[in-house]
């Protein structure tokens, strides 16, 4: 993590976040908010009410060997995105990155992931993995429509998500998930 922290603080516009004990830290030395086009009003309203500044963030994780559930970066810029998540891939190949917007990117161990938690939660509960449906909408769940048994995509995502699903159903807005769980697991 300090490896990577090193490397995205380097970054021009773009601005990391650490996941670590259920909340959402920013460097309250060098965190500003970032503004891309994309950006939902209802968003951006989300993002300023829950970062967390913490001053030396870096540092902090450093000293305490915090292990942060995720690291998020926001972009003003996708094409910018774009080139940056080419390049760290290609230095941290063990590490899993993607994303759910235009502008931003997550970073994760290789060991984690929705598809991993899933079938993981589905042994603990002796689900098998042909009986889970997984409901998503972008790149970032893409691994986790691959390993259920029924993949469910919002009508919302995008024409690649879109590939994934056995089941498109309605849009975030109609009420999609509800859909789905109405017309396959209710019935």
């Known amino acids: 993590a300090a490896k990577v922290i090193d490397e995205v603080s380097t970054w021009e516009h773009c601005a990391w976040e650490a996941y670590y004990d259920g909340e959402i830290f920013v460097d309250a030395d060098a965190y500003r908010?970032?503004?891309?086009?994309d950006m939902l009003p209802a968003l951006k309203s989300y993002m300023r009410r829950t970062r967390q500044p913490v001053k030396h963030l870096a540092e902090k994780i450093r000293r305490e060997h915090i292990s942060m559930e995720k690291m998020h970066m926001v972009f003003e810029n996708t094409e910018y995105r774009d080139q940056k998540m080419q390049e760290i891939r290609e230095k941290f190949p063990g590490l899993a990155f993607s994303h759910a917007t235009t502008f931003n990117m997550?970073?994760?161990?290789?060991?984690a992931g929705k598809g991993k938690g899933l079938v993981a939660l589905g042994k603990i509960l002796g689900i098998s993995r042909e009986e889970i449906m997984a409901c998503g909408d972008a790149a970032n769940d893409w691994d986790m429509l691959q390993m259920a048994g029924f993949p469910v995509v919002m009508g919302n995502a995008d024409e690649e998500t879109k590939k994934l699903a056995a089941f498109v159903t309605k849009s975030n807005e109609e009420d999609g998930v509800a859909y789905a769980v109405e017309q396959y697991v209710l019935r």
């Open 33 to 37: 908010f970032l503004d891309h086009p």
């Open 106 to 111: 997550e970073i994760n161990s290789s060991d």
